[in-house]
């Protein structure tokens, strides 16, 4: 059973950067594709950002692309997702996840799930 817990979000004003960490419990860490997701209030979860186990791989949803980016420490156990030039539509309940599937993905089978950090962006 891997436990995730995020922090790091916070207010911040439109244009402005947060930087959110994901700490887990596993040792095996770096068994893992690791994922960032989002959920906005009266809307489904959405994927935003993942990579692979080794951190060469990366994937991000259309809307943060040039924007966020996705990084890990496996030796630290962490993932991170650095967001700058947020915008309002950026306000959501962030979560990460963990993912035991040989590939990276960006559907929401990922196995573990932690209990997200609120990000609200104001304009």
């Known amino acids: 059973q891997v436990q995730l817990v995020e922090s790091g979000g916070g207010l911040v004003q439109a244009g402005g950067s947060l930087r959110l960490s994901c700490a887990a419990s596993e040792r095996t860490f770096s068994n893992y594709n690791m994922g960032w997701f989002r959920q906005a209030p009266g809307k489904e979860r959405e994927f935003v950002a993942a990579?692979?186990?080794?951190?060469?791989?990366?994937t991000y949803a259309d809307s943060v692309k040039g924007r966020f980016t996705i990084s890990r420490d496996n030796a630290m156990m962490t993932v991170y997702l650095q967001m700058n030039s947020l915008k309002p539509e950026d306000t959501a309940v962030y979560y990460c996840?963990?993912?035991?599937?040989?590939?990276?993905?960006?559907?929401?089978?990922?196995?573990?799930w932690g209990q997200g950090t609120q990000v609200t962006v104001s304009s």
């Open positions: 996840a963990a993912d035991r599937r040989a590939r990276v993905y960006t559907d929401l089978g990922y196995n573990y």
């Open positions: 990579i692979s186990r080794s951190g060469l791989g990366t």
